[in-house]
Antibody
Framework: EVQLVESGGGLVQPGGSLRLSCAAS????????MNWVRQAPGKGPEWLSYISSSDGTIYYADSVKGRFTISRDNAKKSLYLEMNSLRADDTAVYYC???????????????????WGKGTTVTVSS | DIQMTQSPSSLSASVGDRVTITCRAS??????LNWFQQQPGKAPRLLIY???TLQSGVPSRFSGSGSGAHFTLIISSLQPEDSATYYC??????????FGQGTRLDIK
C-alpha cells in the first residue's frame, strides 16, 4: 500500500523548534519529488516547501523561508522538515505530499500531489 | 503569487442534484489546475488533475473542465459521501502551487 506517515508534531513555545518526519512506503520514494503543505485551523491548505527527487533542488514559501529547512534521506525513505523560530501563526496540521507529473507537451508537465499523509499537528503557544 | 478564487464559498444541495463549483485564477494558467476533496479531520484527496483527468479510484460523477483562468468542478449526481470541502489548486507556477479558499458542500 502506498503510504506516507508524518510524525514529530506537538506543542512548542513561540521561538522554539521542531523536526517533522514523513516515512514513505509502498512506492519508490527516491523517484518522486516531495512537498510539505500545512493547513491552519479553518483555513485552506498552504504549500510550504518542495524538494526534488535527487538533484537537491529546494524551494520555500516566503512565509517560512529562512526558518524552515526541508531535507530527505532516500535510503531511509524519509522526508523531513526542520522548523525553527516558530510563531503562533505556524500552528497547523502539517502534511507531506508526493508529487507526480504527466507530460503536457512543449516540455511542460502537469504536476499534482497524489499521495498525502494523514498529517501531524503543530501547536505554537506559551 | 497566483491567486485562486472559488465560488460559492458554501452551498447546500440534495442527493441526486447536479452541483457546480467554480474556480478563477488571477492569471492565465492554461490547464494547470487540480481539484481536491477534503472531509473533516482528513487529508486532502486528489480528485482531478490537469483540469479534467480523473484520478484513479474517483467516481465518474466527478468531472472538471475549463482553461485559461476559469474552471469548474461538476458533481453530476450528488451522493451523501460527497459532503466535504473542495479546493482548486493551480500548478502553473510549480512548485509554488496555491490553493483556492475552499467550497464547503453540505447535503440537505
Amino acid at each position: 500500500e502506498v503510504q506516507l506517515v508524518e510524525s514529530g508534531g506537538g506543542l512548542v513555545q513561540p521561538g522554539g523548534s521542531l523536526r517533522l518526519s514523513c516515512a514513505a512506503s509502498g512506492f519508490s520514494f527516491r523517484s518522486y519529488e516531495m512537498n510539505w503543505v500545512r493547513q491552519a485551523p479553518g483555513k485552506g491548505p498552504e504549500w510550504l516547501s518542495y524538494i526534488s527527487s535527487s538533484d537537491g533542488t529546494i524551494y520555500y514559501a516566503d512565509s517560512v523561508k529562512g526558518r524552515f529547512t526541508i531535507s530527505r534521506d532516500n535510503a531511509k525513505k524519509s522526508l523531513y522538515l526542520e522548523m525553527n523560530s516558530l510563531r503562533a501563526d505556524d500552528t497547523a496540521v502539517y502534511y507531506c505530499a508526493r508529487a507526480s507529473v504527466v507530460p503536457a507537451g512543449n516540455n511542460y508537465y502537469y504536476y499534482y500531489m497524489d499521495v498525502w499523509g494523514k498529517g501531524t499537528t503543530v501547536t505554537v503557544s506559551s | 503569487d497566483i491567486q485562486m478564487t472559488q465560488s460559492p464559498s458554501s452551498l447546500s444541495a440534495s442527493v441526486g442534484d447536479r452541483v457546480t463549483i467554480t474556480c478563477r485564477a488571477s492569471q492565465n494558467i492554461n490547464k494547470f489546475l487540480n481539484w481536491f476533496q477534503q472531509q473533516p479531520g482528513k487529508a486532502p484527496r486528489l480528485l482531478i488533475y490537469a483540469t479534467s483527468t480523473l484520478q484513479s479510484g474517483v467516481p465518474s460523477r466527478f468531472s472538471g473542465s475549463g482553461s485559461g483562468a476559469h474552471f469548474t468542478l461538476i458533481i453530476s449526481s450528488l451522493q451523501p459521501e460527497d459532503s466535504a470541502t473542495y479546493y482548486c489548486q493551480q500548478s502553473y507556477s510549480t512548485p509554488r502551487i496555491t490553493f483556492g479558499q475552499g467550497t464547503r458542500l453540505d447535503i440537505k
